[in-house]
């Protein structure tokens, strides 16, 4: 029991009750003023952003997701984040280096929509600060997990109002509500103003994928014509489900776990564990956890989590194919910046280094991740592990993406291909 409060404590996504009912008028922010944005749709010109005013958005009501202020990625406005310097410095095995440019798609025809994890720590109940100050705290999961996917789909990324974390307890007054509510609202705003009939691609990590849970079980599920555009949805860090040894059910009645290459509509999710430091049946990841994590009631504590292997859903039998490790961070509780020295781009790639299955063990499905060097392989393992973390439970929560990246990017890909849209 002990364990189950802790991960609701730790990722800040206990039971959520989310109203269905809409109130007479969006909140456009507390800080926004009369003219904090416009409605450009897909089809207006580029909006420069100013988020000098926009220092507390506040907690009543809904925000308004036409203000452009209220996107960290989008392809209209400037700075658009998912746009900055992704190229790495690939370590290769016999020691020499290589400079990788990251090449961002021209007019892709899919689309991704992303959630990000807890960023908000140790500060106030909620995140309503959207000024450059807030956005800040997102660069960190977001240039580690979705702005890559620019080189396959346009990247859409809201900011909501996420729970924050006050050391490992939920932040004092916090409403819970105000999460999910926000994502719901600016994943609507892009299917009226951006969508266009598009195929799209959910991406969420932690406190973002059991967000991404909940829209999907209300917006998406039971809808047919937003479930035919849904390519998948890549919930790493989460708790989606199925009974055991079934494709269907648990969390959702109509959208399965992806199981071969180019599935479409289905559920792409793990939890990452290293090899030498195995889950345990107190693990915080890779079982359900009744009543903690989770948005609704009744969730079955019998049901196995989802985790598919992203190798598997690439095509790819062997090692992965590139693993992105950030040279320096943004948000400083996580890091100081310039940890590693001498290298002049934002990542690390390595190549064919590691690799993973999916394994279930005291009671938890997940992903068991291990460094497989070849055989005169020069390369050091980069410091992808956390004791400490390890310690409590967590695995290798915070690099759930970073490992496999190249595949799951591979994988949604081989998807958009099979819809052609791509």
């Known amino acids: 029991m002990a364990h189950r409060v802790l991960a609701c404590l730790l990722l800040g996504s206990c039971v959520i009750a989310c109203s269905d009912d809409d109130p007479a008028e969006p909140n456009p922010g507390k800080d926004a003023g009369t003219d904090a944005g416009s409605d450009a749709g897909g089809g207006g010109g580029l909006q420069t952003l100013n988020r000098s005013r926009f220092t507390d958005v506040g907690v009543e009501g809904r925000l308004d997701y036409a203000t452009p202020e209220y996107w960290v990625c989008r392809p209209d406005i ?26 961002a798609a021209t007019d892709p025809a899919l689309d991704c929509f992303y959630t990000y994890p807890t960023v908000w720590l140790n500060r106030t109940a909620q995140m309503t600060d959207f000024s450059d100050t807030g956005v800040n705290f997102v660069l960190d999961p977001l240039l580690s997990q979705a702005a890559r996917f620019s080189s396959i789909c346009r990247v859409f990324v809201p900011l909501y109002r996420q729970t924050g974390l006050s050391g490992i307890a939920l932040a004092p007054n916090s409403n819970k509500d105000l999460a999910l509510q926000d994502v719901r609202d600016a994943f609507a705003y892009y299917l009226e103003h951006y969508g266009e009939g598009r195929r799209f691609v959910l991406l969420s990590h932690s406190q973002g994928s059991y ?86 009631e009744g969730v079955d504590p019998n049901g196995q989590v989802i985790c598919t292997e992203p190798a598997g859903l690439a095509g790819n039998p062997g090692r992965y194919a590139g693993s992105y ?28 280094f590691f690799r993973g299955t999916c394994v279930q063990t005291n009671g938890v499905s997940y992903l068991e991740v291990s460094a497989d060097p070849a055989v005169g392989d020069v390369r050091q393992a980069p410091a992808y592990r956390n004791a400490l973390l390890e310690g409590i439970g967590f695995g290798m929560h915070l690099v759930d993406y970073n490992i496999p990246l190249d595949d799951v990017i591979a994988a949604v890909k081989l998807q958009a291909q099979a819809a052609a849209a791509f």
């Open 325 to 352: 490790f950030p040279v320096s961070l943004h948000n400083p509780q996580f890091g100081a910046p310039g940890m590693i020295p001498g290298i002049d781009t934002p990542f690390l790639l390595y190549r064919d």
């Open 211 to 296: 967000i991404t849970s909940a829209l999907i079980k209300r917006d998406i599920d039971e809808n047919p014509e937003l479930r035919a555009r849904m390519i998948s949805a890549v919930m790493l860090g989460g708790q989606p489900y199925t009974p055991a040894s079934e494709r269907f059910g648990g969390s959702f009645k109509n959208i399965p776990a992806c199981r071969v290459p180019g599935e479409l509509g289905c559920v792409i999710a793990f939890n990452s564990y290293a090899k030498e430091a195995p889950a345990t049946s107190a693990s915080l990841f890779g079982h359900v956890i009744p009543g903690s994590l989770e948005y609704d």
């Open 78 to 103: 400037s700075p658009n984040e998912c746009a900055r310097n992704l190229d790495s410095t690939e370590l290769k095995a016999d020691g020499t280096q290589e400079v990788v440019k990251h090449i």
